[in-house]
């Protein structure tokens, strides 16, 4: 199971070059977007990544009232090539009730638009593009299943991520990968977003999943927090020593990777 470790600039950029082409990154396009000269001055670090992959950054973008985000995949392509991404998710709309409301959407017109930026999405040249399939019960899944299939997603070359997994916890979470795992109608690579636990990367890897993206180890790290088998542990007060923090990041990192090795698969059925 492949993971790719949220990063944000500073610190965990700079965790890269303690471990130059071992670790896969991912990368918030609406945070580059706020923080572009940051990024442009630390662009280098990205040549320390194995591979990165830029997310729409879309829960972000709500969490500090940007509805409109919704609407931002030229931008989200342009950071894509800006850092030369190797894989770049298109602009899904999660399909959570109670965000939902907060952004003033039907769970009709967010499943429009994620197939409205899906269409736009086929025309690009980009490598490596995920499409998201979205929804909240089944059926939700089940329909954008059909309506990708129908506009031609599964006759690309691309990856496929499945949407809205953050408010769920097992056996509800592996109930819906498996439903959409099973319901694809091609073999394609599989990517989940917001997996961090051991004993979850190693259940849904059984599921057919292929990777998974957390932001963990960065805000752990942050936090002067250390992970290991059973969670996040305070280590002392919060660093203002970038190059400490960074290398706490690098281990939080590792951490997780190899969590995701050893682990043992969670019983959920």
């Known amino acids: ?7 944000v600039d ?6 890269l070059a303690l471990m130059p082409h071992r670790l896969s990154i991912q990368l918030s396009a609406y945070s580059y977007h706020k923080r572009r000269a940051r990024f442009h001055h630390q662009r ?6 194995k591979e990165v992959m830029v997310n729409n950054g879309l829960m972000w973008a709500w969490n500090e009232g940007a509805t409109d985000w919704v609407n931002a995949q030229d931008s989200i392509i342009e950071c894509a090539r800006s850092v030369g991404a190797h894989y770049t998710v298109m602009v899904d709309v999660p399909m959570e009730p109670n965000l939902l409301r907060t952004a003033g959407l039907s769970d009709r017109l967010a499943m429009a ?3 409205e930026n899906a269409k736009r999405f086929l025309d690009t ?3 490596g593009k995920i499409f998201v399939v979205q929804g909240w019960r089944e059926e939700d899944y089940l329909s954008c299943i059909e309506a990708y299939r129908h ?3 599964f006759d690309a070359d691309c990856l496929i991520g499945i949407g809205t997994l953050f408010p769920h916890q097992p056996p509800r979470l592996y109930e819906i990968v498996d439903f959409v795992c099973r319901h694809l109608p091609v073999k394609k690579h599989v990517h989940c977003f917001g997996i961090w636990q051991g004993k979850r990367v190693k259940t849904l890897a059984g599921l057919g999943v292929d990777s998974c993206s957390t932001a963990m ?8 927090e250390a992970i290991n088998e059973q969670g996040r542990i305070n280590v002392g007060p919060q ?3 970038a190059f400490m923090t960074a290398l706490l990041i690098a281990r939080n990192q590792l951490a997780l990777e190899m969590n995701a090795k050893t682990a043992e698969p969670e019983r959920w059925r």
């Open 217 to 224: 180890a960065t805000t752990a790290g942050i936090m002067n």
């Open 113 to 115: 638009k994620t197939l």
């Open 1 to 7: 199971m492949k993971i790719f470790h949220g990063v």
């Open 44 to 49: 280098a670090l990205f040549g320390y990544a």
């Open 239 to 241: 660093q203002t020593d």
């Open 125 to 127: 040249d980009l490598p």
């Open 151 to 153: 506009i031609g997603v």
């Open 10 to 15: 500073g610190a965990s950029l700079e965790s």
